[in-house]
């Protein structure tokens, strides 16, 4: 039996209570990451109508990346361009060999520590993170515009 996505914390078993709580954890690793990088405004560049998390250009780095293109050679001489997550990718030099730093930051589904986390549980738990950001940035643009 499997257990519904949108599942009520009863209804889900112990273990996937945890696998919950570790893909949590990621998003706000990435979350963390997202502010330091981009400014406590990243989220204000996420289109939420648009997120997938396994498009690379609607993903979370695909939005929040600068929509520069990152012209690459290659030792043949071969030039292309990267935008959305490949850019991000290039730019924070963690090429496709280097999957565990985007996975371990929600970026990215696949294992880490022994956890495997699906594109489907990041969005979920991209976009009610995203929701919270949201209610707390407009909460606090309010009481300061109250002030």
Avoid at 40 to 45: A, F, Q, R, S, T
Avoid at 56 to 72: E, R
Wanted: hydrophobic share 35%; net charge negative; glycine share 6%.
């Amino acid at each position: 039996m499997s257990t519904p996505l949108h599942a009520t914390e009863a209804e889900k078993s112990p273990a996937m209570i945890s696998l919950d709580r570790q893909i949590k954890s990621r998003v706000l690793q990435g979350i963390e990451f997202l502010k330091k990088e981009y400014g406590e405004d990243w989220v204000e560049h996420i289109d939420m109508k648009k997120l997938s998390l396994s498009d690379g250009d609607c993903c979370i780095l695909g939005q929040v990346h600068p929509a520069y293109h990152s012209v690459t050679v290659d030792d043949d001489g071969y030039t292309w361009e990267e935008e959305g997550y490949e850019a991000a990718v290039e730019h924070f030099n963690w090429h496709h060999s280097d999957y565990n730093t985007p996975r371990k930051l929600g970026f990215l589904d696949g294992e880490v520590d022994g956890v495997n986390a699906s594109f489907t549980a990041l969005q979920k738990a991209w976009e009610e993170e995203i929701e919270r950001v949201k209610c707390e940035s407009s909460a606090s643009t309010t009481s300061k515009a109250a002030s």
